[in-house]
């Protein structure tokens, strides 16, 4: 049976590709969306696909997932390493979550180095560029099972 992941983005990840190439890498969003949707079709796993530069609408996207989705993969960007919010709310919706960042969170800025996501998450995946999201993916799948 075809199970649902929620794919969220956070702020900023609507400018990959232009941003920070050198860190971020050259793909765009419309890449990432793609590379998922294609793991996605070949794991048995219906993508819905979003970004938000804002907090609030992330955390009510999270809470409607309880109804729409079996599973969130979350690159939660810079409100990783702020957002209590989005924590409570990944916990309060009590689906499996998977954390991805595509770079080296812990090569980076001492600020980077905690995410108040990773304690909700069962597992995280950082610094294997954009191929992070096909390998939450594949493990959301597994777990899914
Ligand atoms: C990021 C890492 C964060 O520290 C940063 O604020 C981002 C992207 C990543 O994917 O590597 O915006 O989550």
Redo the contacts with the bound molecule.
């Keep these: 049976m075809t199970k649902r992941v929620l794919v969220l983005n956070?702020?900023?990840?609507n400018m990959l590709g232009t941003r920070e190439p050198d860190?971020?890498g050259a793909a765009t969003l419309g890449d990432v969306e793609t590379l998922c949707r294609q793991t996605g079709a070949e794991f048995g796993l219906s993508v819905d696909f979003r970004q938000s530069n804002h907090e609030g609408e992330l955390v009510t996207w999270i809470q409607e997932a309880r109804n729409t989705a079996d599973a969130i993969l979350i690159?939660?960007?810079?409100?990783?390493?702020t957002s209590l919010a989005i924590h409570d709310a990944l916990k309060g919706v009590g689906l499996p979550v998977a954390e991805?960042?595509?770079?080296?969170?812990h090569q980076?800025e001492a600020v980077?180095h905690h995410s108040f996501v990773s304690a909700v998450a069962f597992g995280v995946i950082?610094?294997f560029g954009v191929t992070?999201y096909r390998l939450a993916l594949i493990a959301l799948a597994d777990k899914l099972k």
């Design positions: 956070g702020p900023n990840l860190i971020y690159n939660p960007a810079a409100y990783s390493h991805v960042h595509i770079s080296n969170i980076r980077r950082c610094g992070g």
